[in-house]
């Protein structure tokens, strides 16, 4: 079977606090491709990063990191200094290698307060 | 600028009619995608299509149905037989499979009344 979970289904933070969305995924496919998409209250997906199964390598963009595991088969998500702009619905996806169907996770709402 | 459109994004009809939301890209891509959004859940997949002319069903495409005549443009009707039509209905393509993001539409959210 193939999934993605987020298991956290809310989060509420406050300003400037660092915060770690978790994604964890089950395929069993050697090659595969994640992604992680941003849903803002306006509705629209953005895309923030993907990684394909042989790429280990954690990578930080801005504020943004993400660590790869997979011997955990996890995708986990962490915003530095959290701010306001960055409450949003956040969403992991999986695409098994050779397919047209990602899988996405059900989400996890941030909230960053003021 | 190169994107997705979905028009309208605001969609109201009365039970029992069939509604039709557009969906146009001018990215060049092959493959596109209809999913369904419904309060606090993730998307679920309706229908896909890898290239004109062909679409697949997805996790849930009883009571819609799409066409594919060309490359930018992937319709989805919401026809009748679907029970409960009520969700926001988001639109994406990408170039292909493997290591290709989607890109994806503003969204339509249909109320059915």
């Known amino acids: 079977a193939q999934k993605v979970t987020q298991a956290q289904t ?3 933070v406050v300003e400037k606090e660092d915060v770690t969305l978790d994604c964890v995924y089950e395929t069993r496919d050697t090659t595969y491709y994640l992604f992680w998409y941003k849903q803002p209250p306006s509705g629209e997906l953005v895309f923030l ?19 790869f595991q997979k011997s955990t088969s996890s995708f986990n998500f962490t915003i530095t200094a959290s701010q306001v702009v960055d409450s949003a619905v956040y969403f992991c996806a999986l695409l098994p290698s050779g397919t047209y169907k990602y899988i996405f996770g059900t989400g996890t709402r ?5 | 600028d190169g994107g997705i459109t979905q028009s309208p994004k605001y969609l109201f009809r009365k039970e029992g ?11 060049n891509h092959d493959a596109m995608y209809w999913y369904r959004q419904d309060p606090g859940q993730g998307l679920r997949l309706i229908y896909y299509s890898q290239i004109v002319n062909d679409f697949q069903k997805g996790d849930i495409a009883e009571g ?22 009520t969700a926001f209905y988001l639109c994406a393509s990408s170039q292909g499979a493997n290591f290709n993001e989607q890109f994806f539409g503003p969204g339509t959210r249909l109320t059915v009344l």
């Open chain 2, 64 to 85: 819609y149905s799409v066409s594919r005549e060309k490359k930018e443009s992937f319709p989805l009707t919401v026809t009748s037989a679907q029970k409960n039509p």
């Open chain 1, 49 to 67: 990063i993907r990684r394909n199964s042989f790429d280990e390598q954690n990578e930080i963009s801005g504020r943004y990191s993400w660590n």
């Open chain 1, 110 to 114: 941030l909230k960053v307060l003021a």
């Open chain 1, 10 to 12: 809310e989060i509420s």
């Open chain 2, 17 to 27: 009619q069939n509604v039709t939301l557009s969906c146009e890209q001018n990215l």
